[in-house]
């Protein structure tokens, strides 16, 4: 019988540093991945630890898919833009979007 494990998660390539919460402190951004050798994928995630005055706390960790090739992050208008392509689809550059909002990072759908 397999037994399940938690995933571990190692942080890759370089954080992006913006102030997310408008409150004049760079919080950091970063990507994250979690290699599963059962079936020799990779899936990677967004996070973030917002600065605080007194420190930092963590955010939620939230999917961006699997097998990706690359990534950058960007900041527009409020939006945390993450653009990446993945193993299947080298030459097209996928986006997705998201916003801080209660206190907890977001996805935003565009159609």
Given at each position: ?111
């Amino acid at each position: 019988m397999y037994k399940r494990q938690a995933p571990t998660f190692v942080i890759v390539g370089d954080q992006f540093l913006q102030d997310i919460n408008n409150d004049s402190i760079a919080d950091t951004i970063f990507l994250l991945r979690s290699d599963d050798t059962r079936t020799n994928t990779s899936r990677y995630y967004i996070s973030a630890a917002m600065s605080l005055r007194n420190g930092f706390t963590g955010l939620n960790v939230l999917s961006l898919g699997k097998n990706l090739v690359g990534g950058m992050f960007t900041y527009n208008n409020g939006e945390i833009v993450f653009g990446f392509a993945t193993a299947h689809a080298s030459s097209t550059v996928s986006q997705k979007y998201f916003v801080l909002e209660d206190l907890l990072l977001k996805e935003v759908i565009r159609q």
